[in-house]
């Protein structure tokens, strides 16, 4: 007993009161699992960077790491194009480099920051608010279309949470009320020549982004009589909507695993000259911006014909300035590229306390009126003392937060533009109160009416 406890791992596991069970590693006291990274030696696996390998193991893991064989199945896809939506950085390309800004990053282009610089950024967010953030309106909506879903009249056998439930209905109305989607007739299936009588605006088809489990696309398919279903998601979950998708007669059902930032639309071929529609609830960060690439950039005469998007913007600061899909504004606004990433470290604010609806209008808090009290304060101290770290801390949590909600808005109106820009009329709207989810705006646009032309 006593030998082969000497080749335990000695790593204590305070919870289960014992040390770990696995058989240490030679010339270490502890497995593989708890032995002490040393500096230096670990690297991002060249096949998934989510995890690390030793260098000197290296060559040994690509021939085994786990998603070997998804990434040669993908790469063999012709709609698989690496790195196609990422976008590009001027500045990295020639340095060449892509690496990604990480949080602490920010934070550290923050707190290096003089306080009269924070203050002079805290005024030009104001400014840029105040000119371009006044028209997000309130957009409730819960489409009687959605009634089977709203009244629990689905398969017992879905998950039902009902505050997602309405988000996915407020999604699906906003797309509903621009004309983009048309509802069926109650409680029958739209057949063929249902959908030959929907106006030009509408889609037979749907292209989720991050899609998750796919119950945003299981409602539409079960409330608009959506045919074609494309799910777009790089991470593999269980109890997906797909089953119960599969069962509806006629529905044309592709789930594609791959990284937004590596779909090539166009070359799906089943997608070709096809009219559809793109959803996204809760893209995070740069997926946003990846999405609205992979829609809008590059059109010919066989691509997909997008009639309408709806997005569901979220985790703004995971945003990047090399994927940002709208730098041109943002410059234009006298933003620099480290500024923009000090607001998207902003954002962070808005949602890291539970502010409800407690959260007064993002107009109604004057971010100006502290700054000056703080600068007549540091009158009295040595200003060369003050540090934005003591700044920050010194903020109310109110303030804080509706200073990340005004960055996250000025980010998304810049995506709201491009989406424009490329012939599409968008809005940004409050798709579900903040009470329900404190990440409620929604990008939604449709192609112009010509009627209205």
């Not at 009588?197 to 509408?202: H, I, V």
């Not at 995506?415 to 705006?441: C, D, F, Q």
């Amino acid at each position: 007993m006593e030998a082969k406890s000497s080749n335990r791992c000695s790593f204590w596991l305070p919870k289960k009161k014992r040390s770990c069970a696995n058989t240490r590693i030679e010339s270490s006291m502890f497995c593989g699992n708890h032995s002490q990274r040393l500096e230096g030696q670990w690297i991002p696996c060249p096949i998934d960077p989510s995890h690390s390998v030793l260098q000197e193991n290296l060559e040994w893991h690509v021939k085994r790491c786990p998603l070997l064989k998804q990434t040669v199945e993908l790469s063999g896809q012709r709609f698989y194009q690496k790195g196609i939506n990422a976008g590009n950085d001027d500045e990295e390309e020639k340095m060449g480099s892509c690496s990604l800004v990480t949080s602490e990053m920010k934070r550290n282009l923050l707190y290096s920051m003089s306080v009269s610089k924070f203050h002079q950024l805290i005024k030009k967010i104001e400014d840029v608010h105040g000119g371009i953030c006044k028209d997000i309106e309130d957009s409730y909506l819960s489409p009687e279309a959605c009634n089977i879903w709203f009244n629990k009249e689905i398969d017992r056998k879905l998950p039902f949470q009902e505050k997602h439930v309405l988000q996915q209905g407020s999604i699906l109305g906003n797309l509903e009320e621009i004309g983009v989607l048309k509802r069926c007739n109650i409680n029958v299936e739209c057949c063929e020549s249902d959908l030959e009588e929907k106006d030009d605006n509408t889609a037979p088809a749907v292209v989720e982004f991050g899609a998750g489990r796919g119950y945003l696309t299981q409602m539409l398919a079960d409330c608009y009589g959506i045919k074609k279903v494309y799910l777009v998601e790089r991470k593999s979950y269980k109890l997906k909507a797909d089953r119960s998708l599969r069962q509806k007669e006629s529905l044309v059902l592709e789930r594609m695993r791959i990284d937004i930032e590596d779909l090539n639309l166009n070359a799906v071929e089943s997608l070709h000259c096809v009219p559809y529609v793109a959803v996204g609830k809760h893209l995070c960060g740069p997926a946003t911006d990846l999405s609205l690439r992979c829609c809008l950039s590059r059109q010919d005469g066989e691509s997909p014909v997008l009639r309408g998007l709806a997005i569901a913007t979220c985790c703004h600061h995971l945003s990047q300035w090399k994927s940002y899909i709208n730098k041109e504004y943002i410059l234009s606004l006298g933003i620099s590229k480290d500024e923009f990433h000090i607001m998207t470290s902003f954002t962070s604010w808005a949602v890291d306390d539970d502010h409800g609806s407690k959260l007064p209008g993002v107009d109604d808090i004057d971010l100006l009126d502290s700054n000056a009290k703080e600068e007549e304060e540091g009158e009295v101290r040595d200003a060369s003392l003050i540090s934005v770290e003591e700044v920050v801390k010194k903020m109310k949590p109110m303030e804080r937060a509706v200073l990340g909600f005004k960055c996250k808005q000025i980010i998304d109106a810049g995506r709201m533009k491009w989406v424009k820009k490329h012939g599409l009329n968008s809005k940004l709207v409050k798709y579900i109160p903040a009470s329900i989810s404190p990440e409620n705006t929604l990008l939604i646009a449709g192609k112009p009416n010509p009627s209205i032309a």
